[in-house]
């Protein structure tokens, strides 16, 4: 019975050290899988280390590394290079949207130009009606008058 219950035992402790060894791979963080190798060393007191226990660990947000004012000449070529491309790409976006302005602007100005045009036109061809029927009228009255006399 004893070696059996040292056999159940050490199979206990080797799958909860197989956890621990997932937990650590599974976190960045080195508090943290120190604190799960803790936990599974004392393994008869603590049943299982926080991640088996279902407790998700903390992760520090993720940092930007960057070097900050680098003396290497590359690297400072690189950064001057991505500093004028996004001000290119800025000041392009902006010309962009000049471009665009002015184009509806200019669009709106000729619709207006042809309505006007239109609305002339139809005043001129109501015009030169009119005249027209002035001048049949002003025929037709004379001709009338006219009529007895032979030419």
């Given at each position: 019975m004893?070696?059996?219950h040292s056999l159940l035992i050490g199979t206990a402790l080797t799958a909860f050290a197989a956890t621990a060894a997932v937990a650590q791979t599974a976190q960045?963080?080195?508090?943290?899988?120190?604190?799960?190798?803790i936990q599974?060393?004392?393994?008869?007191l603590a049943p299982a280390a926080p991640a088996a226990q279902g407790v998700q660990?903390?992760?520090?947000?993720?940092?930007?590394l960057t070097?900050?004012?680098?003396?290497?000449p590359l690297v400072q070529k690189r950064d001057a290079n991505a500093k004028a491309n996004a001000e290119y790409r800025a000041s392009k976006k902006a010309s962009?949207?000049?471009?665009?302005?002015q184009q509806k602007a200019a669009k709106a100005q000729y619709k207006e130009q042809v309505r006007d045009a239109k609305i002339n036109q139809k005043a001129d061809k109501q015009a030169a009606?009119?005249?027209?029927?002035?001048?049949?009228?002003g025929?037709?009255?004379?001709?009338?008058?006219?009529?007895d006399v032979k030419h």
């Open positions: 004893t070696k059996l960045p963080a080195a508090g943290i899988s120190g604190q799960a190798q599974t060393q004392g393994a008869d660990p903390v992760t520090p947000a993720p940092t930007r070097a900050s004012g680098s003396t290497d962009k949207t000049e471009l665009k302005d009606n009119n005249e027209m029927k002035m001048n049949m009228e025929q037709t009255g004379t001709q009338a008058d006219g009529a």
